[in-house]
C-alpha cells in the first residue's frame, strides 16, 4: 500500500498525473511492479516492458526528427533535376541512387517524410478535433439533434475509406490542406462514434449530477467533466490511426490525386517509377517503399502499445 | 448556574430565532411518463424547513425520498419524468418558476445536495482540489488562487488531514469516508440556505457514518444551513432530526417531531418499520416474544397505474374497505403530528 502511495506521488512529478484519462495510468503502473523514481526509469520500465511499441515510438521519433531536420540530413536539392545522372544507381554521393530526372533519391525519401508525417499527424489531429466536437455534441444533446447527426455519419461510413477520400480529393483538387481534409473526412465518423457512446455513458455517471448540482452549466460540464474522461480511448484511436491516415496519402498519391508538385511524396515517387522502372532501377521503388512500410508499421506497433496501456479492456490489472 | 443553562440550549425543539421557513414544499408532484404508464414517484408532498433545522425524510427505498429531493432541485430527468403541481419556496420565492439561468445560479450556491454514493460522485479525472475550487469560482467569482486557498479551508473545516496535499490528490487515492467528506466541502462551500442530504453515509463503513454524520451536522449548526436529510435509517433519524416524515408509494403518510414519532407513531407503516428494527434487549432474551425481528409482508408496490385507495392497504393487516376505496387525507392528529391513515384514531389512540 505505501509502495503505491509512493509511486503515485513519484508519477505525478513526471506531469503524468496531471493528465485527464491519463490519471489513473501512474496507478497502473504501480500495480505492474514499477519501480519508478524518475523519467528515465519509467522509460526504462516501458521499454522492458513493451519492446515493440518503444522500438515503433522510437522510429516515429526518429521520423520526425528527419522531417524536422531534412535540409541538414539530405544536403541535396530534392528538386534540382541533372539528365547527366538519371538513373544512377546507389552510391556514397547518391546513397539511395537517382531517379529519372536525375534528382537524388535520398534526399526526396528524406523530405518525403515531411508531407507525409504533415498529412499522418494534419488529418489525424482534423478528424480527431471534428470527430470529438460532433460526437459531443450528439450524444450529449441527444433527441431530433442525435438522430440527424447519426444519420449523416451513417452516410459517410457506408463509403469506403479510399473511395471517399479520392472523391473529395478529386472534388478539391491537389493541395496539402486538401489532402489533410480529403483524409480527415472518411475518418470522421468512427470518432464522432466513439465519443459519442463515451458522452452517452459519461452523461449517467453520479459525477455528472453533483455537477448539476453544484450549479454547472451543460456547455461546462460537457467539456470539462465529459471530454476529459474520453481522453484515453481518443489517444488510442488517433495514434492508432495515424498509419492508416499515412498509408491512404501514399494511395492518394499514387493515384495522383494526393499533394500536388513539387512537393516530394513518397506515394508519387512509387507511381512515377513503378510501371517503368522496376526492372531496371529497382532502387526506385525500394526506398520510398522501405519508407513507407517502416513509417506504416512503427505508427502501429506504436498505437497498439498505447491502447495496451489506455484501454481499460486491455488491463490485466484490477 | 445561568451560564450552565446558556452553554447547555436544548438540541431538540425548533431553533427559536427562525419564524419563517427557509424552505417551503406545497403540493409537490413529480410525475414519470412511461411507456407503462404514468408514475407517480412524487405526490402531493408538502414540507416546511426552518433555518438551522434538521428534517428527515424516512422510507423503503423507490418511495419516493430521493426524487423529492431532485425535485426540490430541478434536476428531475426529462423526459421521461416531470414536475407536474406544486411550489417550491425558497426564502418565500417560487423556484420552480425561475429561469433555467436563474436555477443554475442557486444550484450549490443556496441550495445544495451531497449525493449516496461518494464513490462516483466526484470526477475521476480531476484533483480534489481543483473540483472543490469550482464551486468558489462559479459562485463568488473569486480567481483561481482564492478559491484554491477557500477549499484547503473548506478540507479543514470537514477535518480532513493535511488539507494541502489532498488538494492534489485524485478521487482514486482517497478512501470513501474521504470523499464523502469532501463532498461535503463542496456542497457546504458557498454557505446554502438548504442542504439536502441524500443518504450520505449509506454507502459507508458503519464508523465512518457517525464521523461524516457528525461533519455534516456540526457545520449546518455553525452556518445556520437547514438540512433535509434522506435516509432508511431509524437510528440516524433518532440520533439528528428535529422533525421526520414517513413516506411510503410516493406520498406522505406520516409527519411529527422525531420525539413524537418514536413514542407514538400514528400510521400502521410508521409501526411496522419501527417494528422491523432490530433491538438490543431482543438478542438477550428479556423479550422473547419479540425475538424474531417483525417484517412487514409484501413488496413496495410499484408505482405505476397505483389504485385509487391507499397505497399500503395491500401490506396492511387493518385494511378495509374504506382504505381500498379512497387514499386517507392528512390530518393533524396531535399539536404537529400529521398521518394519513383512516383508521389511526381507533388502531393507537387519536392524537
Keep these: 500500500m505505501s509502495a503505491t502511495v509512493k509511486n503515485d506521488a513519484v508519477a505525478d512529478e513526471t506531469g503524468l498525473g496531471a493528465n485527464g484519462g491519463l490519471g489513473e495510468f501512474k496507478s497502473d503502473l504501480a500495480l505492474a511492479g514499477a519501480h519508478v523514481k524518475n523519467r528515465w526509469q519509467m522509460a526504462w520500465f516501458l521499454t522492458k516492458r513493451f519492446p515493440l511499441g518503444m522500438g515503433g515510438f522510437a522510429v516515429v521519433i526518429a521520423f520526425c526528427l528527419v522531417a524536422a531536420f531534412a535540409p541538414w540530413v539530405a544536403s541535396q536539392d530534392p528538386l534540382s533535376t541533372n539528365p547527366g545522372i538519371s538513373l544512377a544507381k546507389p552510391s556514397w554521393d547518391h546513397l539511395m541512387g537517382t531517379d529519372f530526372m536525375g534528382r537524388d533519391l535520398f534526399s526526396r525519401v528524406v523530405h518525403g517524410s515531411k508531407t507525409s508525417l504533415a498529412v499522418g499527424f494534419g488529418s489525424t489531429f482534423l478528424s480527431v478535433l471534428f470527430g470529438v466536437l460532433i460526437g459531443l455534441a450528439s450524444g450529449y444533446i441527444g433527441g431530433w439533434f442525435d438522430l440527424v447527426v447519426q444519420r449523416f455519419i451513417d452516410m459517410l461510413q457506408s463509403l469506403p475509406t479510399l473511395i471517399l477520400a479520392m472523391a473529395m480529393a478529386a472534388a478539391m483538387g491537389p493541395s496539402l490542406t486538401n489532402t489533410m481534409i480529403a483524409i480527415a473526412v472518411p475518418r470522421l465518423p468512427r470518432m464522432a462514434r466513439i465519443m459519442r457512446a463515451n458522452t452517452l455513458y459519461l452523461r449517467e455517471l453520479p459525477f455528472v449530477d453533483a455537477a448539476k448540482a453544484m450549479g454547472m452549466g451543460e456547455f461546462r460540464i460537457a467539456l470539462r467533466h465529459i471530454l476529459p474522461n474520453s481522453l484515453a480511448p481518443l489517444i488510442v484511436m488517433a495514434s492508432t490511426g495515424l498509419g492508416g491516415a499515412i498509408l491512404v496519402e501514399a494511395s492518394l498519391s499514387f493515384l495522383g490525386l494526393g499533394v500536388p508538385e513539387p512537393y516530394p511524396s513518397w506515394g508519387r515517387m512509387l507511381s512515377e517509377s513503378a510501371a517503368e522502372y522496376v526492372r531496371t532501377a529497382p532502387w526506385l521503388v525500394l526506398f520510398p517503399g522501405i519508407a513507407i512500410s517502416l513509417a506504416v508499421f512503427a505508427t502501429n506497433l506504436l498505437g497498439d502499445t498505447v491502447r495496451d496501456l489506455l484501454d481499460p479492456r486491455e488491463r490485466t490489472s484490477n | ?351
Design chain 2, 1 to 351: 448556574m445561568s451560564q450552565i443553562s446558556d452553554v447547555k440550549a436544548p438540541s431538540t425543539p425548533r431553533p427559536a430565532a427562525a419564524k419563517t421557513p427557509v424552505l417551503e414544499v406545497e403540493n409537490l408532484s413529480t410525475y414519470f411518463f412511461t411507456r407503462q404508464g404514468i408514475v407517480k414517484a412524487v405526490d402531493d408532498v408538502s414540507f416546511s424547513v426552518f433555518a438551522g433545522e434538521k428534517l428527515a425524510i424516512v422510507g423503503e427505498s423507490g418511495c419516493g425520498k430521493s426524487m423529492t429531493a431532485l425535485s426540490v432541485l430541478r434536476l428531475v430527468p426529462n423526459p421521461p419524468g416531470r414536475i407536474v403541481a406544486g411550489r417550491v419556496l425558497l426564502d418565500g420565492k417560487d423556484i420552480l418558476k425561475v429561469s433555467e439561468a436563474e436555477m443554475r445560479g442557486m444550484r450549490g450556491n443556496q441550495i445544495s445536495m451531497i449525493f449516496q454514493e461518494p464513490m462516483t460522485s466526484l470526477n475521476p479525472v480531476w484533483s480534489i482540489g481543483n473540483q472543490l475550487s469550482e464551486a468558489f469560482m462559479l459562485h463568488q467569482n473569486l480567481s483561481q488562487n482564492e478559491a484554491l486557498e477557500k477549499s484547503i479551508e473548506m478540507l479543514r473545516l470537514v477535518k480532513i488531514p493535511e488539507p494541502e496535499r489532498r488538494m492534489s490528490e485524485y478521487p482514486h487515492q482517497l478512501s470513501g469516508g474521504m470523499r464523502q467528506r469532501a463532498m461535503t466541502a463542496m456542497a457546504l462551500a458557498c454557505k446554502p440556505k438548504v442542504l439536502l442530504a441524500d443518504e450520505p453515509t449509506t454507502a459507508l463503513d458503519v464508523t465512518i457514518q457517525a464521523q461524516i454524520l457528525d461533519i455534516i451536522l456540526k457545520l449546518q449548526e455553525e452556518l445556520g444551513t437547514a438540512v433535509v436529510l434522506i435516509t432508511h435509517d431509524f437510528g440516524v433519524v433518532a440520533e439528528t432530526a428535529h422533525r421526520v416524515i414517513v413516506m411510503y408509494g410516493g406520498k406522505m403518510v406520516e409527519e411529527a417531531t422525531a420525539e413524537e414519532l418514536f413514542a407514538r407513531p400514528l400510521h400502521p407503516y410508521t409501526h411496522g418499520l419501527l417494528g422491523a428494527m432490530p433491538h438490543l434487549d431482543s438478542m438477550d432474551g428479556r423479550w422473547p416474544e419479540a425475538r424474531r425481528l417483525q417484517e412487514i409482508p409484501g413488496m413496495v408496490p410499484a408505482l405505476v397505474n397505483l389504485p385509487k385507495g391507499c397505497t399500503f392497504a395491500p401490506r396492511c393487516s387493518f385494511a378495509t374497505d374504506e382504505c381500498r376505496a379512497a387514499f386517507p387525507p392528512r390530518v393533524e392528529k396531535g399539536p404537529g403530528h400529521y398521518a394519513a391513515c383512516w383508521h389511526s384514531d381507533r388502531l393507537y389512540g387519536g392524537g
